[in-house]
């Protein structure tokens, strides 16, 4: 593959619009896959990181939550510069900064040191979301859901390959040789980045200074009712998630079951299916069908915690509740992300990185919630917290969908969000 199959979007048999070729479809969706993974690989390795520093098992969720702030601050600060700013050198540049972040964790002598890392990391791994404006901006309009999807498909593969990645290697190496690993590869996909990626649409709010482009992305907020429902959407979809897999290491790491880190991870893989879910979500919001595929998709994730609460008596009851989890989550997600962008693809970026805020806090109080009820009542109250998260999203889409009656009606048309 050459430098011109990422430039020709006609070099290969696929596209995903007039100027996002296939070939660089596939690099963003993997650069987006190792940026969202440094966010990640802490959930296997609470345990171990708690015995080596000295954090009580009570505050470890600490951990995942450092980061998610360190996500929300890249969210407000740094997202919104892709309207601002070339987005080649912006990705690039945080891409490679990142490998600075992971060192710093991947050589923590000390708590404090290790979430100052943390957080560091979480927030320039933010370039997920210039990745995804990026794409979305390249595509056309009618191919836009489709771009975000196979993009979004990375962004799934590295959450879940996150888990899996970081348990191996932490069984041969310990914790720390995750974070170093992964510096490595990110300064080798920023060389990538700067060899292959296209200069950007010209940015909207060039000649606006840096506070104007802040004050307009919280202006958004105001603006775009879309955009209002469906970061309240991530917000609950993504505590949801979190509420799993951050407690999920607590009962499969001590008897009866006392997993190595390694099968833990496995569970991750299971998960996979989301980036399925992200692809053909994408392909069902290009045709109108985002309101009854985010109802269908809610309601997936509810059903998945009657599997999930089952964990003791088969593990495959959990692997099957992953996988209904993660199909539906990532189906509402590319849904949301594709309707706000469509709503004004000139604020593409300041858009995204205002609904992922709601992401990251909800994911930040999913990590918190999770520990605080499993030391209280154990794998039973997470089930019941995890359930009660997904029955309100549920109830929030009815809301919803009772406001706009055409929703459940006639079959869509391209042009009609529904």
Same mark, same amino acid.
């Given at each position: ?31 987006? $896959? ?10 296997? %390795? ?14 470890? $969720? ?19 510069? &892709?309207?601002?700013?070339?987005? +080649?050198?912006?990705?690039? @540049?945080?891409?490679? %900064? ?38 979305? #901006? ?5 191919? +836009? &859901? ?11 593969? $590295? ?13 041969? @190496?310990?914790? +720390? #040789? ?12 920023? %060389? ?22 802040? +004050?307009? #992305? ?19 979809? =993504?505590?949801?998630?979190?509420? =799993? ?11 009866? =079951? ?12 299971? @998960? ?15 045709? &109108? /069908? ?14 998945? /915690? ?9 593990? /495959? ?17 590319? #849904? ?42 154990? /794998? ?14 549920? %109830? ?23």
């Amino acid at each position: 593959m050459t430098s011109s199959d990422f430039a020709n979007p006609k070099t290969m048999a696929g596209t995903a619009g007039p100027g996002l070729s296939s070939a660089l479809a596939l690099l963003l969706a993997m650069a987006c $896959g190792l940026s969202v993974a440094n966010v990640y690989f802490a959930q296997p %390795l609470l345990d171990a990181m708690a015995q080596d520093l000295g954090i009580a098992p009570a505050a470890i $969720g600490m951990v995942v939550t450092f980061t998610q702030v360190g996500y929300a601050l890249g969210l407000v600060l740094i997202v919104p510069l &892709g309207d601002l700013w070339d987005r +080649r050198r912006l990705i690039a @540049g945080q891409i490679a %900064l990142s490998a600075i972040g992971l060192v710093v964790v991947g050589t923590a002598s000390h708590a404090a040191v290790l979430l100052a890392g943390l957080t560091l990391v979480g927030v320039l791994a933010v370039v997920v979301q210039i990745i995804v404006a990026f794409a979305a #901006t390249l595509a056309a309009p009618n191919g +836009r &859901g489709r771009a975000i999807g196979t993009v979004t498909s990375g962004v799934v593969g $590295g959450i879940l390959l996150a888990r899996f990645a970081s348990g191996a290697l932490a069984d041969i @190496g310990g914790w +720390r #040789t995750v974070y170093l690993v992964s510096a490595g590869l990110m300064l080798a996909m920023a %060389l990538l980045l700067l060899r292959f990626l296209p200069r950007g649409p010209h940015a909207v709010m060039a000649d606006s200074s840096y506070l104007s482009l802040l +004050r307009s #992305t919280a202006a958004l907020f105001v603006e775009e009712p879309i955009l209002r429902e469906r970061a309240l959407f991530a917000f609950l979809i =993504f505590a949801d998630l979190n509420v =799993f897999w951050t407690s999920i290491v607590l009962p499969l790491s001590a008897p009866p =079951f006392s997993l190595s880190h390694t099968t833990i991870g496995l569970l991750g893989v299971a @998960g996979f299916a989301g980036a399925l879910g992200a692809r053909n979500a994408g392909r069902l919001a290009d045709l &109108g /069908w985002a309101q009854r595929t985010t109802g269908l998709s809610l309601m997936l994730m509810l059903a998945a /915690w009657a599997a999930i609460a089952s964990l003791h008596a088969s593990l /495959w009851f959990v692997v099957a509740g992953v996988i209904m989890l993660d199909l539906g989550l990532q189906a509402v997600h590319v #849904t949301s992300q594709s309707l706000i962008v469509a709503a004004r693809p000139d604020a593409a970026s300041r858009l995204i990185g205002g609904y992922m805020i709601l992401y990251s806090i909800g994911s930040a109080a999913g990590g918190i919630a999770a520990t605080l009820v499993y030391a209280v009542a154990g /794998w039973s109250g997470v089930c019941l917290l995890g359930s009660g998260i997904s029955a309100v999203a549920l %109830l929030v889409w009815v809301i919803d969908v009772s406001r706009i009656p055409q929703a459940a009606g006639c079959a869509p048309t391209p042009s009609s969000p529904r």
